[in-house]
């Protein structure tokens, strides 16, 4: 079964700062890998996506993710965090040889301290 | 715009009622999902569909039930069997393979 660890409740910066959002993931294959941000009261939105290829994978407002197989990690990052990035954010895996299914994590809060 | 539409944002339940929550999507994709979402949680899929007139259960199915007679929409019912049903609830469709499920905004349903 997938599954994904999302292992810090809530994760606090400093404006200015670099972010980082930890995940790590199980599959029994090779996996796809996804990161949503969710603000209160809405729904998700998809900031990024690992398939295949570069290990480095830039998404929307800036963030990007490093897919590490060795580790199992897909942890999300941005060099400079803003107050508009406080939300919650969440990592997803699927099996490539599965069907649409995602494991989500439960969910990191992310607090940029202006 | 293309998107997802869910109705209503707030739904209240009574006790022994059964409600359904809507969801509507024209974004010509074949896979539909519900999720339930509790604090600390994370989402759990309640029921998913991969193509019109089928569905299977996902991890949290008991007390729900859900329909798919087209492909654009995905109702999702509560029942009196689900003796828990405060959460907010999200749907979301996408293509297959290797593409992002796209989000509605939620229905938060309580119990009155």
């Known amino acids: 079964a997938q599954s994904v660890a999302q292992p810090e409740d809530q994760v606090n910066v400093a404006e200015g700062n670099p972010l980082t959002v930890k995940c790590t993931y199980s599959?029994?294959?090779?996996?796809?890998l996804f990161w949503y941000v969710q603000y209160p009261n809405r729904g998700l939105q998809f900031l990024l996506k690992?398939?295949?290829?570069?290990?480095l994978v830039k998404g929307s407002y800036g963030f990007e993710a490093e897919f590490n197989k060795s580790q199992t990690s897909f942890h999300l990052k941005k060099p400079s965090a803003l107050v508009s990035d406080s939300a919650l954010y969440f990592c997803?895996?699927?099996?490539?040889?599965?069907?649409?299914?995602?494991?989500f994590g439960k969910g990191n809060q992310v607090v940029v301290i202006p | 715009d293309g998107g997802i539409t869910q109705s209503p944002k707030y739904l209240f339940r009574k006790e022994g009622q059964n409600v359904t929550l809507s969801c509507e999507q024209n974004?010509?994709?074949?896979?539909m999902y519900w999720y339930r979402q509790d604090p600390g949680q994370g989402l759990r899929l309640i029921y998913y569909?991969?193509?019109?007139?089928?569905?299977q259960k996902g991890d949290i199915a008991e007390g729900y039930s859900v329909s798919r007679e087209k492909k654009e929409s995905f109702p999702l019912t509560v029942t009196s069997a689900q003796k828990n049903p405060t959460a907010f609830y999200l749907c979301?469709?996408?293509?297959?393979?290797?593409?992002?499920?796209?989000f509605g905004d939620g229905t938060r349903l309580s119990i009155l």
């Open positions: 569909s991969q193509i019109v007139n089928d569905f």
């Open positions: 690992y398939i295949t290829g570069d290990n």
């Open positions: 997803a895996v699927r099996d490539i040889g599965g069907n649409n299914r995602l494991a």
């Open positions: 979301a469709s996408s293509k297959t393979g290797a593409q992002p499920q796209h």
């Open positions: 599959v029994s294959g090779n996996p796809y």
């Open positions: 974004l010509n994709h074949d896979a």
